[in-house]
């Protein structure tokens, strides 16, 4: 058992030592990363230490302890390899394309005070979020739109994941108690001791349940509307009505504990929050594209109980004491921001939907500026934000 041990602990040496090289020797680092990295060495200089201290007792202890020091090797590994499955590869992966994500995100966690001591990095996939506490935040985007003006706006949303891991204990409150109210509005009038009405309560209780992660994933669209306004609604409209008829419509079964709310629902409750912030053209636009599309696959609008038009002064309430509670960035304060890339998603939506022949030029010539620190940067004229935020 103790060659055992030592072997295995051998080994860990080695792999730590080839994670820190790694991190230590990657070139052309954005200074966004640098504090992400630090924390990568910091962690393999400490489960390094450990180690060492594995070896030092070795050499002095009998076999009674040999039980516990594998255990605590196992602990060890683990942490390993959860480092290097899931935190390493951002730093190591790092390419020129993703320095607009960075810069956006480190605007985002810089500009809320509950996050900015919250390091964080990109990486490539779908746009999800993994906001450990205690941990750094690794954001996923596709690498297309790293530095694409267009789809940035959606890490707003991703960001609303990491502000409700924040509030963790508050939000869960405030969706506990919309969950009792959805129960309540699903209960019958009369309740019968039969088969039909056991049936009844399990999809009562499942549609429940279901909705604790779909209120999580309004709220984040809240987040993005309210830091983002329009240009965070056309880009999660343009995102999601390419992907086909699951957006509009699912079978009951793939509704029960979904973990994202049929994108349809998402849009209509959105519509509702953007006329109410007094961006009504852009609700009528979201609501007559969206039924457009539906009407041209003849689908019509069926949730099986999950969700009606009845949710929403419920749900808009909710969401609301969320928004309380994280204090995220409004619109106008964003955009007032001389550091702030909001205008420019704004800006970019709107020369995309007027059609401008040169729209990628602009595009990769406003990226640039932007990095550059130069006059796109400048705080937008008073003038111009209020339009933005009305």
Same mark, same amino acid.
């Given at each position: ?7 295995? =602990?051998?080994? !860990? ?23 992400y ?19 030092d ?23 390993? =390899? ?6 390493? =590869? *951002? ?50 985007? *596709? ?18 994941h990491l ?66 306004? *329009? ?5 999660f ?12 419509? !699912? /079978? ?5 504990f979904?973990?994202? /709310? ?7 409750? !959105? ?24 009407s041209?696959? $003849? ?10 038009? =009845? ?27 001389? $550091?702030? /890339? ?11 939907l ?37």
């Amino acid at each position: 058992m103790r060659d055992i041990l030592v072997s295995s =602990n051998q080994d !860990l040496l080695y792999e730590l030592e080839m994670v820190r090289n790694a991190l230590a020797s990657k070139d052309g680092l954005p200074p966004e990363l640098n504090g992400y990295r630090e924390w990568l060495i910091h962690n393999c200089d400490f489960l390094t230490g450990a180690i060492k201290e594995i070896f030092d007792i070795l050499s002095t202890a009998d076999d009674s302890i040999l039980v516990d020091l594998f255990s605590q090797t196992n602990v060890i590994a683990r942490h390993l =390899n959860f480092l290097n499955s899931t935190f390493v =590869n *951002p730093v190591l992966r790092t390419k020129d394309t993703d320095l607009m994500a960075l810069r956006v995100l480190s605007w985002l966690h810089s500009s809320h005070q509950s996050t900015k001591d919250t390091f964080f990095a990109v990486s490539g996939g779908m746009f999800a979020c993994l906001p450990f506490p205690g941990w750094p935040t690794i954001y996923f985007a *596709p690498c297309s739109a790293h530095s694409q003006l267009l789809y940035l706006p959606l890490l707003l949303h991703e960001f609303g994941h990491l502000l409700y891991a924040v509030h963790r204990a508050e939000m869960d409150a405030l969706v506990k108690e919309l969950q009792q109210k959805i129960a309540a509005s699903l209960q019958p009038t009369v309740i019968r001791n039969d088969k039909y009405s056991q049936d009844a309560t399990r999809r009562r209780d499942e549609i429940v349940v279901t909705w604790f992660d779909w209120t999580q994933e309004l709220f984040c669209d809240a987040v993005g509307l309210s830091i983002g306004g *329009p240009a965070f609604l056309h880009a999660f409209s343009m995102c999601c009505r390419k992907l086909g008829r699951e957006e509009f419509h !699912l /079978p009951q079964e793939s509704l029960v504990f979904r973990t994202h /709310p049929v994108s349809w629902i998402r849009i209509k409750v !959105l519509a509702l929050r953007a006329e109410e912030m007094g961006y009504s053209d852009i609700a009528a636009e979201l609501r007559e594209t969206w039924a457009e599309i539906a009407s041209c696959f $003849n689908i019509t609008e069926e949730y099986f109980g999950f969700f009606s038009d =009845n949710f929403l002064a419920m749900i808009n309430g909710t969401i609301d004491d969320m928004l309380v509670e994280a204090e995220p960035l409004d619109l106008r304060t964003a955009a007032a921001d001389g $550091n702030s /890339p909001v205008w420019l998603f704004n800006q970019a939506w709107d020369r995309f939907l007027c059609k401008t022949a040169d729209f990628s030029a602009w595009e990769d010539n406003a990226v640039k500026e932007f990095l550059a620190g130069s006059e796109s940067r400048r705080m937008t004229p008073v003038a111009e934000v209020v339009a933005l935020s009305q």
